[in-house]
């Protein structure tokens, strides 16, 4: 990544595939200075233009305006777009991070004058960095975009805080505590020092925050601070921290991870797919993830089947990537919780992902039919000797073509540097929240004192916790 | 209602309003006769049109389209509506009823043979009736809807069930035991036959009934197989009856009762309005009506308040419309269930409703705000002598004016029979589901087996259990 190296581990992160996710980075470095390269350009862009548009100021009670017949007619006729206004946030929160996470590394001596120089370094989480990039670019830009920009607060239906609140949890990762370079950063203060400054924005006071868009990719990012912003649509890559009241798959967005191999350009088929199924990974994690170390009891002697402990090496980055282009099935097992970036490796590898996270929650599921990408394993199954291979043995080449048809399809939704990618695929699933948020301020305005024997929710709830997933 | 008669009262119902909503039905025939009359001609239309279109089949597994580059863009360019397949039910669910209701009252003596010269009668929750008339409309009538009607189910995003459930409760209200004219009908057998009837249908099981949309007003409707239809979207008038695992805002609609009392059509402001609080209707309610009795005693000796315990009468009728289009403000207490008929009566009168009905959910919530069209009171703060009335004289005639001026701004959305009304606003409600319909389809398909210390659910919480609402 040029000057600024990536981060080879999160600290506290649950990061499931240390080797794959965040190595790979530099890999696709050309690919990715001439993203930002672009970016960068579009920033100055947006500087000049900002300079004739008003800047961010207090507002009166008027966020939802009440002209009945207008707001009818759009909101079926798509005769307009949800409205969203970009905070302009004290560089602490954005351009600052980058800057602590440079020189942490020593990668930057000082602070520099001309933030707009920095380069976000790229991990699994840089989601944070392709909201900020979008929203940076002048509307000419973003026509095909499900919401337009607003640069004043009082035109916008939602509030987006980009926060880069994934990158601050690594800025310190691998530094010894004490250590010179980590001083003067703290991931915690940046979390209290950003809750304070929105708890003093009259947007963030009008609604009790339920119409602002916050993003935090690492399942850690801002745990700190989760319950004073839990109002907001959350971005996240799962709910392994987070507890039901505090985000769902009603209130909040399931992102996926930026993925960290490259997308395979090759044709379908099964040719050149010699390997049955492959992981490389870390095999001992925590919690959800200590299904791993079992898992490699149970495959590793089997024939077909790679499974690698990784640790980080070039040659083990180049067998990831190789592992993954060449192989039928890529075997997806929880991390800590039960995300991990390996899933989006798959999906662009068009290495069919074999899931074994019971508690997985799917990015764009509404538009996503997972049974057509991806073959779903119980726990309890996967760890039976034998089982999973000869399932997976069982698929017929011609299954695996369709499945490969379906992944190639859907391999934009994983792209987050594609104008037709997960940026704009997120923000169509945020502004289809918008009635609910709608519906939660006014009722929160007139809900009077009760008392209640449980919390005051309204759900979505599956019956299906008993079905057995097959091919 | 010409040869049928209007239902006098709910038998198990929370008919909270008997005096006002059942009974004013007749004051009102003229107009209903004719909006019946058009439907009927509809109806002639669509059988017309009907025999040239093909009837419902069954349909194999595609229901969810995989066409990714078309849903996208269609989902916020807003360049397709929402496709409604309306099933074609056996006439026990529908027409049936209506001729039984007749019977039971003596209004028929046996079943017709065209039932299409059937009238349904007018009762609060008559919703279903405009529903049902709404898919029967040639779509050349539908322009303005948020859904289109589709004839060939494998084309549908939505299933509605257009079941009579809220007449099918009454049918024999008030009528003996064992009489006669009860026999030959149990709304309970029509429930288990309904639910037998869906079950048989590829559409409900394909998935499972989430893309189903069944109609429920009133708040004892389908009690008995809830439990079985509970994934469809249900239309309903409160959650009263219902567990949170059964209904919710976030998964149903609340839907108003069909007014009772005529449109105020007047001018706005008090100059005819001299009375300051009015409530006519039943004193004695179970469970959250227990708080009518207790708000007599502390209303009834208040100079301009108007509390009368309601009885069924012609003079008592013309006093509760006198009341409602003559006073500032109506109070609306809970029935057995939060809701009652008379919000809605209140509303078109254009008489601000008080709500001292803690639990109550309001319809359109997401784009009316209450604050603005009504006063919330805590049921404690009801109860205290004197408080009530010293907290309404103190509203400014300005403060009334505005308030009305709202009113009048929304009333629309409580015209079941206003093309831009009620029936098209919740279609625009229903089709704003349809993302999380989808994920909740999708979802269930490949979850796999848990074990699980609490139901599976995603929730919009709120927080707001401890404010005091004011004016």
Redo the contacts between chains.
């Keep these: 990544m040029g000057k600024l190296s990536s981060p080879s581990k999160t600290r506290k992160s649950n990061n499931a595939n240390p080797l794959v996710c965040s190595i790979m980075a530099r890999k696709s470095s050309l690919v990715k200075q001439t993203l930002i390269g672009s970016a960068l350009f579009v920033i100055a862009i947006y500087a000049f233009f900002n300079t004739f548009l008003s800047p961010f100021a207090d507002s009166s009670d008027t966020a939802?305006r009440?002209d009945?017949s207008l707001?009818?007619d759009d909101?079926?006729?798509?005769?307009s777009?949800v409205k969203v206004y970009m905070y302009d946030l004290p560089k602490t929160f954005t351009y600052g991070i980058i800057e602590h996470h440079a020189m942490a590394r020593g990668s930057l001596d000082a602070p520099v004058d001309d933030v707009s120089t920095l380069r976000y370094p790229g991990h699994q989480h840089m989601g944070e960095w392709y909201f900020f990039a979008d929203l940076l670019r002048p509307e000419s830009e973003r026509v095909g975009s499900?919401v337009v920009k607003v640069t004043d607060p009082e035109d916008a239906d939602l509030f987006y805080v980009p926060v880069f609140s994934s990158l601050s949890l690594i800025v310190n990762t691998g530094r010894a505590e004490g250590s010179s370079l980590v001083k003067g950063y703290s991931d915690e203060d940046m979390q209290d020092a950003l809750v304070e400054w929105l708890e003093s924005q009259q947007s963030w006071k009008r609604n009790?925050g339920w119409d602002h868009v916050i993003i935090a990719g690492d399942p850690n990012a801002l745990y700190r601070v989760i319950d004073k912003v839990k109002?907001a649509v959350l971005l996240v890559s799962d709910f392994g921290r987070l507890r039901?009241?505090q985000s769902?798959?009603?209130?909040d967005i399931i992102m996926p991870y930026a993925h960290r191999i490259n997308t395979y350009t090759g044709d379908l088929g099964v040719k050149n797919r010699k390997t049955l199924l492959f992981f490389m990974g870390n095999r001992y994690r925590k919690e959800g993830g200590k299904i791993r170390d079992l898992l490699f009891k149970v495959l590793e002697k089997e024939e077909g089947v790679t499974i690698k402990h990784g640790t980080q090496s070039r040659e083990n980055r180049r067998a990831a990537s190789h592992g993954m282009h060449t192989s039928k099935f890529c075997l997806n097992p929880a991390g800590d919780t039960p995300s991990a970036c390996r899933l989006f490796d798959s999906i662009v590898s068009l290495c069919v992902p074999v899931i074994v996270s019971?508690?997985i929650e799917?990015p764009f599921?509404?538009?996503?039919?997972?049974?057509?990408i991806?073959l779903?394993?119980?726990?309890?199954d996967a760890l039976k000797p034998g089982y999973l291979v000869k399932k997976l043995r069982s698929v017929t080449p011609e299954k695996i073509l369709e499945l490969q048809k379906?992944l190639r399809?859907?391999n934009r939704?994983f792209e987050f540097g594609d104008p037709n990618g997960t940026v704009k695929?997120i923000w169509?699933?945020i502004?289809?929240k918008l009635?609910?948020i709608?519906?939660?301020i006014?009722?929160?305005?007139?809900?009077?004192?009760?008392q209640?024997s449980e919390?005051?929710?309204?759900?979505?709830?599956?019956?299906?916790?008993?079905?057995?997933?097959s091919l």
Excluded: W
């Design positions: 939802l009440h009945y707001r009818v909101s079926f006729a798509g005769k777009r499900p009790g109002n039901p009241d769902s798959l009603v209130k019971d508690d799917l599921e509404d538009v996503i039919d997972y049974k057509k991806a779903f394993v119980e726990t309890s379906e399809e859907v939704y695929e169509r699933q502004a289809q009635p609910n709608k519906l939660m006014n009722r929160d305005k007139r809900i009077v004192k009760r209640l919390p005051d929710c309204s759900c979505l709830c599956t019956n299906k916790t008993g079905i057995i997933s």
